[in-house]
Structures are given as structure tokens and as C-alpha cells.
């Protein structure tokens, strides 16, 4: 029965999450810091894998056509690949663990070092004041770190295929263009949303409440990305199914 | 004023206060002295809010705290200032933003003035040339101090010191203790002071409270806390070899 007394304080953290900041100034500043955080520190790693999973892609698609499969399927799986799955999906999980650990490990050691009731002394909404700016950074900055991810990782497979011989750009081109639904690209950053959210509120959700000194910080920082992921992949069956099906 | 009515609090089955009630007087610097884990540091978060007690009240002025609503308590922990055990300090701000921090999340004024104004507090605490150092940068009497700048920024009506001079040397804890002292009768604060160093409470203290097993169970001044007490006041004050001479001379 703990998860019922953990899913009600959530919910309460959220409503006091979200009321109006009591400085508009230092709430937009505080928002800009996290947009850096979460999005401007972040490209590089997403650049990376994106590249790479692109790239791992065509290969391994490459390598299951042969006969009557055209080369064209290659560019189409490509680009249905990195749209439906690995960029919306992978990207929030490899966040998670790179953004949601810090989250949790910079609320949990403001926690325990007594800032967080310091700015509760102050008359300050700490929660407001600390997460929400997090959380609204989520939301808006990993849809597009999402589409530079599609677009590195459809350019990267095109690349490789074009390098290593197994599809000419012509096709890669016909394939990636074929059978294209643009609900697809809806689907994939309205999920991505969510998983920003996700992200962002679960892991300022650990570190808020960690308690007592720098191991339970760390706990904390490990539950925050742990259940980051899990919840991730339960939206993301609920999504797809909600959508697709 | 400060007042306390039977407070209470409990985590599970462990009642950690039983019945608590205190008067800190204004002007004053209040002492609230015991054992570690006699609840002397829940008594001090139920009074600021930080900890819901389970009963009891707390009065700021005769305004009933314990009774408000979230905005009302906002508005009255505006007039409260805290330095904590660990000065909890912001890393990421400068001495200087610290101290400006609670300034330019309430007072409304122009920014050259609220800068103004922290300038003003570091300076009263004898911190002039730290202002751009991190906290990380200067020693833990100076970090005591920017808190007490940052705590004195928004001129508050309250003061609460949580160990103010935990992991201080003595002289550096002196100068902290004086400083308390000072500024108290300075800004005509009520002053509630959490410790349990016995040199502290002689050189500053105005009014102390002893807690003891999540009551308080004796109340005086440093000079009455010679004379002696209960037994549980005299083991706790006469602990040390220092304090049993002093008792001698006395």
C-alpha cells in the first residue's frame, strides 16, 4: 500500500508545483536556466546516440533485404524507426538518466542541506520556486531535442548507407519519402511531451522528499531515474495504444 | 512575542513533544537548551512551520500562526528571519545575491537599492570585500555570517538560530554569539536561539528554556542556571570540567 501514499503525495507536490510564481523576473530566469540545463547541455549526447542508432539502423536493415525486399525498404524503415520508436522513446530514457538523476541529486542535496527550508522561511513556495521551472523546461525543450534526433539519425542512415554501398541515395531518398503520414510525427512528439513530463516531475518528485544525507541523496538520484524509465514505458504502451490502435 | 501552548508532535509511535509551552520575549536573546534528541529542533520547526504540530498552538504577536492560511503564513514568515545549522546557503549565488536573494523575491525595490541594502547587512556583519565569493569559497564563521545577513536583509521581526555555532572554533563562535546579541537589541528582534553550547548560552543568553524528554522543564536566566535545578539541568549545564569550575567560583 506505500505506492498509494506515494502516488498521493505526488499529486500533492504537483498542486503545489503549479501555482503562480511569486516573481515573475526570477521565475523566467530560473526558467532559462533550465532550458540550458535540460536542452543546451543535452544536444550533444543526443546528437551522439542519434547518429549512431541511425546509422546501426540502415546497416541492420540492409542486412535483411535481399531478394524480393526492395532497397528502398531500407530508407522507409529508417525513417519509420528513428519517428516511431528510438527518438521519442530512447531520447526521454537516455534524458531520464542524464537530466532526471541530476534533477533528483540537486533537489535532494538542497533538501538535505536545508535550502529548501530556507526558502520555505522566506515565505517562498519552494516547490513552485524549485520544480516548476524544471518541469515547464521539460516539457518544451525535449520535443525538439526529439526532432533533432529524427533528423541526425534519418541523415546519419542515409550516409552510412550511401557509404558502405547498400543503398544509393536515390533510394534511400524513395524510401524515406514513401507511405509517409504525417500523424506519425503528432504521435511521436505529443508522447515525447509526456515524456518530458514524466522526466522532469518524477525525478524532482525523488529529490524534494530524500532525506537524510549524501547516500540517501544518491538513493534518491537512482529511484528518480529508475522510475523515470518504468513510467516512460507504461505511457508509452498506454500511448501507442491509445493512438495507433 | 513568541508564544507556545502545548505544543505536541509525534513521528509513529515516537512522541517527541509532549506538551510544549514557551514565551520568548522581545528584545531578547532566547536560549532553548537540552540534549541532542530532546526535540529542541522540532520544538523551533513546528514554531516557524516547517513541522505541522499535532496539537497545540503558536502565537506571533497574539496572532495565532498555527490557525492561518497558507497566504497569511506567508505573510507572517516574512517578518521571520532563520539562520540554519548549515547557514544553507544558495551554491550557485555569489555572498552578495545571497543576501540580495529574499530582497528581490519581496521588497519590490529597484535593483541598485536592493544591492544597496545587502552591501548594508554584509557590512554590518563585518563581511565588506566578500561580496563576489561563493560560499563554497569562504569559512564556515564567514558563511554563519552571510547568513545572518541574509537572514537580518528583509529587517525582520523574528530571529531563529538553529546551533549557530556548530563546527565553529571559540573565538569565531564568540564573535557569532555577539553578533546575535548585538543585532537582536539593534532591530528589537524576539530572538529564539537552539543550542547546546554551554559557552554560548553564558555569553549571550537573556532568557533560556530547557528542554528535556519533549517537555520544557526549566526556564531562567544564565545567572538563576548557576544556582541550579533539576536534576536532568544540572547533568546536562555541568557536564564538562569548565562548567563544574565555573559552578565552584560561583
Not at chain 2, 536534576?231 to 569550575?245: G, H, I, Y
Request: some cysteine; hydrophobic content about 45%; overall charge neutral.
Amino acid at each position: 500500500m506505500r505506492w498509494i501514499f506515494h502516488i498521493g503525495r505526488y499529486v500533492h507536490l504537483l498542486r503545489l508545483t503549479f501555482r503562480m510564481p511569486e516573481r515573475g523576473r526570477m521565475f523566467r530566469r530560473a526558467l532559462m536556466t533550465e532550458l540550458e540545463a535540460i536542452g543546451t547541455q543535452s544536444i550533444g549526447i543526443v546528437a551522439l546516440l542519434s547518429v549512431f542508432m541511425g546509422a546501426v539502423i540502415c546497416i541492420q536493415t540492409a542486412h535483411q533485404v535481399s531478394g524480393w525486399i526492395p532497397v528502398y525498404t531500407i530508407g522507409f524503415t529508417v525513417r519509420q524507426s528513428m519517428i516511431l520508436e528510438f527518438s521519442p522513446t530512447l531520447i526521454p530514457v537516455i534524458l531520464a538518466g542524464k537530466v532526471g538523476s541530476n534533477i533528483a541529486s540537486q533537489l535532494g542535496s538542497m533538501r538535505v542541506g536545508e535550502q529548501v527550508d530556507a526558502l520555505e522561511i522566506m515565505g517562498i513556495n519552494s516547490a513552485g520556486f524549485l520544480i516548476l521551472p524544471k518541469i515547464l523546461a521539460g516539457v518544451a525543450i525535449t520535443p525538439f531535442l526529439v526532432i533533432l534526433s529524427m533528423g541526425l539519425g534519418i541523415g546519419s542512415g542515409a550516409w552510412v548507407g550511401v557509404a558502405t554501398g547498400v543503398s544509393s541515395l536515390a533510394d534511400f531518398l524513395y524510401g524515406m519519402r514513401i507511405d509517409f503520414n504525417q500523424f506519425d510525427v503528432a504521435y511521436a512528439l505529443t508522447k515525447t511531451t509526456v515524456f518530458g513530463f514524466i522526466m522532469t516531475s518524477v525525478s524532482s518528485y525523488h529529490g524534494y522528499y530524500a532525506s537524510g544525507g549524501a547516500l540517501e541523496v544518491g538513493r534518491a538520484s537512482t529511484r528518480a531515474v529508475v522510475w523515470s524509465v518504468v513510467l516512460i514505458m507504461v505511457a508509452n504502451l498506454v500511448i501507442t495504444q491509445l493512438a495507433l490502435n | 512575542m513568541i508564544e507556545l501552548h502545548d505544543i505536541q508532535k509525534s513521528f509513529g509511535e515516537h512522541h517527541v513533544l509532549k506538551g510544549v509551552s514557551a514565551r520568548f520575549e522581545p528584545g531578547k536573546v532566547n536560549f532553548v537548551i537540552g540534549r541532542s534528541g530532546s526535540g529542541k529542533s522540532v520544538m523551533t520547526k513546528c514554531t516557524v512551520g516547517l513541522i505541522e504540530p499535532d496539537t497545540g498552538s503558536v502565537h506571533f504577536d497574539g496572532r495565532n500562526f498555527t490557525a492561518m492560511s497558507g497566504k497569511e503564513r506567508k505573510a507572517v514568515r516574512q517578518e521571520i528571519g532563520m539562520l540554519f545549522q548549515g547557514s544553507a546557503l544558495f551554491d550557485s549565488m555569489t555572498v552578495l545575491e545571497n543576501v540580495m536573494f529574499p530582497l528581490r523575491m519581496f521588497s519590490g525595490d529597484a535593483l541598485g537599492q536592493i544591492e544597496q541594502r545587502a552591501r548594508e547587512c554584509l557590512h554590518r556583519v563585518e563581511l565588506d570585500g566578500a561580496e563576489q565569493r561563493y560560499p563554497a569559497e569562504v569559512s564556515g564563521g564567514m558563511q554563519k555570517r552571510v547568513g545572518i545577513a541574509r537572514a537580518i536583509a528583509m529587517n525582520p521581526k523574528y530571529l531563529f538560530c538553529d546551533e549557530p555555532n556548530s563546527g565553529l572554533d571559540p573565538q569565531t563562535a564568540i564573535v557569532i554569539d555577539n553578533l546575535i546579541q548585538d543585532i537582536t537589541a539593534e532591530f528589537g528582534m524576539t530572538t529564539v536561539v537552539v543550542s547546546h553550547d554551554m559557552n554560548s548560552v553564558m555569553q549571550a543568553s537573556d532568557s533560556i528554556h530547557f528542554v528535556h524528554e519533549g517537555r520544557i522543564l526549566w526556564h531562567g536566566t544564565r545567572d538563576t542556571l548557576l544556582a541550579g535545578g533539576p536534576q536532568e539541568l544540572e547533568d546536562f549545564v555541568f557536564a564538562s570540567e569548565l562548567m563544574k569550575r565555573v559552578r565552584g567560583r560561583g
